[in-house]
């Protein structure tokens, strides 16, 4: 290659990647995994706009929470309008739950999104600025039965993959009247202990002191292992909501660890938070979370509306996931032995229509060269055109070769497949 071209050479983005079809398979097994389950418990699967107008995140996500801060992919359209790559799900199905009216549906309306998500964030493995998400919600039921739906639904999600060391840790935060006293109490603990905070967490006390929970800082950690949780002040209202959730939880064998210091990124939540961990991630170890929202709908416009709901991240879960799964092994790999590619091509049609996962060559190799391939590849059998018409039909297994009329071969190998 010239110099000249090796400069011109592109890459992908910071923090963005391709995703080449070897491992394209890992990610279509959690997709159907994910569609089956979800599809099977009634969700139907919703897709929203790449893009919102960025007023939708802003009063959605919350001004003060690191995701509208500083995270957010937001540009201006030829028309003026302020646009941002959605950094999360909820608010844009909560938007279109109100656009299309759904609260006239039967409620709860469960629906579940596969996609594309943008963060502006430093990249590491496990984190990226564009990255992909499951999720699922169901809005319109305040019961704790869909909290626990959906945490069941998460956890078989990654059970289904074999991941089955995450652990789920689960909290509440109250409806926002209990969470008001609750704040107040909070924000004169860390007054008391100002010195110890860090800047960030200093900065946001006023606006946001819950995000101290998430803080990375040594000094803001040991300040907050002592400090008074939301778990400690529910009402009874909510006390009682989150029970039930446990006694659900307990009931489908799900095991989880009541966390008061989970608090998660994102400014809608009220009562039930959770989130499964995987150690195996590194530094990145949220696999997927979610919680209640039931304040979200009102607050952009709808009618009040609760609801519940879960992201989980793709990347995150093919970390965890201990196997890739297998190649797809084609049935049969079609063999020219004199050179006649039409012939080849021919036969090999009609093994796909068939539904015979049938591979040939294009590339004018030998006949040696061809059953190495059909060899490399694990085909079941090869099919070998001889010079003169007849077909020999080898089992690549046992290496047992006979000749087979070509109009018996998709049924023979069918059969022995
Ligand atoms: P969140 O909306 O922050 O609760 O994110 C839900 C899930 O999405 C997380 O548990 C991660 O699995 C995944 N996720 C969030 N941010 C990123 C990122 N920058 N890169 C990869 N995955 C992410």
């Known amino acids: 290659m010239s110099r000249g071209m090796a400069q011109a050479r592109h890459q992908a983005p910071k923090g963005t990647f391709d995703v080449l079809p070897d491992q394209e398979r890992a990610r279509a097994l959690i997709f159907d995994h994910g ?8 969700y139907g699967r919703i897709e929203t706009p790449v893009f919102e107008d960025t007023a939708l995140f802003e009063r959605g996500v919350g001004e003060s929470t690191d995701i509208v801060r500083k995270e957010m992919f937001t540009f201006e359209d030829q028309g003026g309008r302020s646009l941002t790559l959605r950094p ?16 006239k549906l039967v409620q709860p309306v469960r629906l579940w999104y596969w996609g594309p998500y943008f963060r502006y964030e430093r990249p590491q493995e496990g984190r990226y600025r564009e990255f992909n998400q499951i ?3 169901a809005v319109g039921t305040d019961s704790p039965q869909a ?5 069941v639904l998460l956890d078989e999600l990654l059970r289904g993959l074999g991941i089955d060391d995450a652990e789920l840790r689960l909290s509440s935060l109250g409806q926002p009247e209990a969470r008001v006293a609750y704040r107040e109490r909070l924000r004169d603990y860390l007054r008391e202990h100002e010195s110890e905070l860090s800047d960030d967490v200093r900065s946001r006390l006023d606006t946001n002191p819950l995000r101290a929970f998430d803080a990375d800082h040594e000094g803001t950690r040991a300040v907050m292992a002592e400090a008074p949780t939301m778990l400690d002040s529910l009402d009874e209202a909510d006390a009682e909501h989150l029970a039930s959730v446990r006694r659900m939880l307990d009931d489908a064998g799900v095991p989880y660890r009541l966390d008061g210091t989970l608090v998660r990124g994102l400014d809608y939540y009220t009562r039930t938070v959770f989130e499964f961990t995987c150690d195996r991630l590194g530094s990145q170890s949220g696999l997927g979370g979610g919680g209640r929202y039931d304040g979200l709908i009102e607050q952009l416009g709808g009618p009040p509306t609760p609801g ?27 063999i020219s032995a004199d050179g006649d590619t039409e012939r080849a091509f021919h036969v090999a049609l009609a ?12 590339a004018g190799r030998s006949f040696k060269n ?5 060899d490399r590849c694990g085909a079941g059998f090869a099919v070998i055109l001889e010079e003169g018409g007849t077909v020999q039909l080898r089992d690549m297994g046992s290496g047992e070769q006979r000749e087979v009329a070509e109009a018996d071969l998709a049924e023979e190998i069918a059969a022995g497949a």
């Open 147 to 151: 909290d626990a739906e959906l945490i």
């Open 35 to 42: 569609a089956e389950i979800l599809d099977a418990a009634g």
């Open 135 to 137: 999720g699922a919600e």
């Open 370 to 374: 061809q059953m190495k391939q059909a």
């Open 308 to 334: 519940v709901g879960w992201a989980a991240g793709i990347e995150r879960i093919l970390l965890a996931m201990r196997e890739a799964p297998p190649n797809r092994i084609p049935d049969a790999f079609v």
């Open 351 to 362: 093994l796909r229509r068939a539904r015979l996962a049938t591979r040939t060559d294009l």
């Open 88 to 103: 999360e799900g909820t608010a844009p199905i909560c938007r279109a739950y109100v656009e299309h009216g759904m609260h």
